[in-house]
């Protein structure tokens, strides 16, 4: 059974910091990997893809993959409070449904 | 950038009654669409995935004769909760992947669902 693990948290960090979410997977065979946030209430959005081992970044976000780890991470920069949420981790293998993690919660305090 | 649109956003209805809960993609086709339940402070739970033109596969332990899942177009996707009860009361979230090839998923904004 393919699974994605994250640590369901809650992440608590103060504002300004670096907050860094982690996310696990057992189908080596996974190719596509996406980090959505989701705040209360509502439904996940997408923030980050990434499909090559490394690093990629978009603004304050930074996606890294380690497909021979079989981990992928989100790295926040200057955390903020509006970056209060659930994030989830999404991985794709070869078949054609995702598979979610149960999600970090994650708490910026000012 | 792909939009999915999703009506009715909350929904209340009495104990027994069905409720239509229609998923759209705006600006691209949708070969795919996934349903999903979440219970409030859970997690996201696949209920089943639809191919346009064939029949939803369902998920262990989702009542298909329940949940009706229509995907007739690449642009829409229908869940119907049949005789519906409390306890299905939920956020129902539909979500769709697209042509580009990228197992890119874009969401609806949801349905809450309330019974009574």
């Known amino acids: 059974q393919k699974e994605v693990e994250q640590n369901s948290g809650p992440l608590s960090v103060p504002e300004g910091a670096i907050a860094s979410l982690n996310c696990t997977y057992s189908d080596r065979g996974s190719q596509s990997f996406f980090w959505y946030r989701q705040y209360s209430g509502k439904s996940p959005e997408l923030i980050m893809s990434i499909y090559s081992n490394g690093d990629k970044e978009d603004g304050r976000f930074t996606a890294q993959l380690n497909k021979a780890s079989q981990y992928v991470s989100l790295l926040i920069r200057d955390s903020q409070p509006s970056d209060s949420a659930t994030y989830l981790c999404a991985v794709w293998g070869g078949s054609y449904i995702p598979t979610f993690g149960r999600g970090t919660s994650l708490i910026v305090h000012p | 950038g792909a939009v999915v649109s999703q009506h009715p956003s909350w929904v209340i209805c009495k104990s027994g009654t069905s409720v239509k809960i229609e998923c759209r993609s705006l600006d691209f086709q949708a070969t795919t669409m996934f349903w999903y339940r979440q219970f409030p402070k859970q997690s996201l739970m696949l209920m089943a995935t639809?191919?346009?033109?064939?029949?939803?596969?369902?998920e262990q332990g989702v009542e298909k004769d329940k949940f009706l899942i229509n995907h007739a177009s690449l642009t829409l996707s229908t869940l119907t909760v049949t005789s519906a009860h409390p306890e299905d009361s939920s956020f129902y979230i539909c979500s769709a992947r697209g042509f580009s090839g990228a197992n890119v998923l874009t969401f609806g904004a949801g349905s809450r669902l309330t019974v009574l």
């Open positions: 639809s191919n346009e033109g064939s029949k939803a596969t369902y």
